[in-house]
């Protein structure tokens, strides 16, 4: 009976990590989807300057 649920404790857990990585995945891309629209909206409207809506 132990065996059993440890096994069934061991897919519980890699289902878990698999889905908080897949939500991850979509946050991160999400993210980097509004900092391009972002860099590109700015980079427009800035007419050519130097001003960034972020400082590196």
């Not at 132990?2 to 990590?17: D, E, K, N, Q, T």
């Not at 995945?25 to 300057?49: D, E, H, K, M, P």
């Amino acid at each position: 009976m132990v065996p059993i649920l440890l096994v069934l404790l061991l897919a519980l857990l890699l289902f878990g990590a698999g889905f908080a990585v897949k939500i991850l995945w979509w946050i991160a891309l999400i993210v980097l989807v509004i900092w391009l629209l972002g860099f590109l909206v700015r980079s427009t409207s800035a007419g050519g300057g130097r001003s960034r809506w972020y400082r590196w």
